[in-house]
């Protein structure tokens, strides 16, 4: 039996839906619902060539007022590209990766670039830090779209902000310019399984924003979740305890319990970004 884009809406949702059914599970749509991190990846290495064709890809990617506020940096040597990846010593699949890139939001250009023309850049920081970081996610993604494409598997990496002065010296990062996430690339040595995401009834609004059902909903997730993603080891428990039924909800809570990334912000504060009033 063919396979459906249905199929594949099923599998990412986990519940029953007509959406896709009679649509083969073929071209970008099925590219993208099939998308999930890749965290081994084979010794194969990834020629420049191929990376140059996703940077052309993900540069491709829409620009806020064709402002064009990223910087990609790529760790090619291999001396500074081990000590990148030796800041994270709980995450393998990094040093695995035969390629790690930087991306990241680059409010200096243009800043340079109204000196050079004779103005004064005078935007709202904290939408002119907002343009930037927007940026920066919109072409890493186009990047993961393009890098599946060509059977390439990645893996986003937000930790680099929970390091973010290390990350900044080793890419040499001058002020105006900020690391958004880093990303593993190459040929995966795995097929893991499917992330279930929230039902689009609770993430896509008509007209309004509305949560009126959200515990209900919620709960249904954790279920559904739990059946295909179960979460195998609870977080804080001597904080929080155990639970019997531990799902999703409970260890997103538990996670953003804990203040996070307070070196980015400082690194933000102290480098041109002015975003406390």
């Known amino acids: 039996m063919t396979e459906t884009l249905n199929d594949l809406i099923t599998a990412r949702f986990a519940e029953a839906t007509a959406l896709g059914k009679d649509r083969p599970a073929e071209g970008p749509h099925a590219l993208q619902l099939r998308h999930r991190s890749r965290r081994r ?72 670039i109204c000196e050079l023309r004779g103005t004064e850049f005078a935007h709202e920081p904290v939408d002119a830090f907002l343009n930037a970081a927007a940026d ?31 990350i900044a010296a080793f890419a040499e990062l001058p002020e105006g310019v900020f690391p958004f996430a880093g990303l593993c690339v190459g040929h995966p040595a795995d097929d893991p399984w499917i992330s279930v995401r929230l039902p689009m009834r609770l993430t896509v609004h008509k007209d309004s924003y509305s949560d009126l059902n959200l515990d209900a909903e919620i709960t249904g997730y954790d279920e559904r979740r739990g059946r295909v993603n179960p979460i195998r080891n609870q977080r804080e428990t001597a904080r929080f305890g155990a639970k019997d039924n531990y799902g999703w909800s409970d260890d997103k809570a538990r996670q953003t319990a804990n203040t996070d990334r307070l070196s980015f912000v400082r690194y933000l504060l102290q480098n041109g970004h002015k975003l406390n009033y």
């Open 136 to 166: 920066a996610a919109i072409v890493m993604q186009n990047f993961i779209i393009a890098a599946e494409a060509e059977d390439l598997g990645t893996c986003p990496i937000s930790a680099v902000r929970e390091v973010t002065e290390e």
């Open 41 to 112: 990846y084979t010794a194969e290495p990834v020629s420049q060539d191929v990376l140059d064709l996703l940077f052309a890809c993900a540069l491709s990617a829409p620009a806020k007022s064709d402002l064009q506020q990223v910087a990609i940096i790529q760790f090619a040597d291999d001396k500074k590209r081990d000590a990148v990846t030796d800041l994270f010593p709980s995450m393998p699949w990094i040093k695995q990766a035969p390629v790690f890139l930087l991306f990241c939001g680059d409010g200096r250009r243009i800043r340079r």
